[in-house]
């Protein structure tokens, strides 16, 4: 059974603090793993798509890195704007629709 | 720009009433639509998978008959809360096939 398992569960930050989210992933064949971000009473933001260990890809002040087995979210130097909560998902092989973690809610602190 | 937009953002609705959430695709065809539901503070999870012109089909757990869901065109998706009580209260998102990037807004349903 695919599971995702996303900690810490909140996170508060300073401004400046860099610190990293985990993605612990158990998939019956890795299609995709994906990032998003989620702010309070809105749908999904997407952020990236892994597709493979060792990939990585960055966006201003987030990166994104995959192994076979979890996905690390690292932020650096967050500001206030980047509070939200972060979302882990994985697209099974062969299926379409992705499988959600429960999210991490970043604080980030003035 | 928006993919897709849903619509309403929010709803209020009295126990044993019906409510409709739509979710249109912009600019492109969707021939399938993805249905989650989102209880606070708790993973998005999969309600249904719609498909164009024929049954949508539900993840277990589902009922069929509760959540109507209707694809009756390539861009308009909707799902059909009925008879809905407290426990239906809930945050539904839809997202098209194939477009992983995009989800909709979001419809917030508070059922008193």
């Known amino acids: 059974e695919d599971q995702v398992t996303q900690s810490p569960e909140a996170l508060r930050l300073q401004e400046g603090e860099s610190s990293s989210l985990n993605c612990s992933y158990t998939v019956s064949g890795l299609r995709g793993l994906f990032w998003y971000r989620q702010d309070p009473g809105k749908g999904p933001e997407f952020l990236f798509t892994l597709y493979s260990a060792g990939e990585e890809k960055e966006k201003e002040r987030l990166k994104a890195t995959l192994t076979k087995k979890e996905s690390f979210l690292h932020i650096t130097a967050p500001k206030p704007e980047d509070s939200a909560t972060y979302l882990c998902a994985v697209q099974r092989t062969g299926a379409n629709n992705l499988f959600f973690g429960t999210g991490t809610r970043l604080t980030v602190i003035p | 720009g928006a993919v897709v937009s849903q619509h309403p953002s929010r709803v209020i609705c009295k126990s044993g009433t019906s409510v409709k959430i739509e979710c249109r695709s912009l600019?492109?065809?969707?021939?399938?639509m993805f249905w989650y539901r989102q209880f606070p503070k708790k993973s998005l999870m999969l309600m249904a998978t719609?498909?164009?012109?024929?049954?949508?089909?539900?993840e277990q757990g589902v009922e069929k008959d509760k959540f109507l869901i209707n694809h009756a065109s390539l861009t308009l998706s909707t799902l059909t809360v009925t008879s809905a009580h407290p426990e239906d209260s809930s945050f539904y998102i839809c997202?098209?096939?194939?477009?992983?990037?995009?989800f909709g807004q979001g419809t917030r349903l508070t059922v008193v």
């Open positions: 719609s498909n164009e012109g024929s049954k949508a089909t539900y």
């Open positions: 600019d492109f065809q969707a021939t399938t």
């Open positions: 997202s098209p096939l194939g477009t992983e990037a995009f």
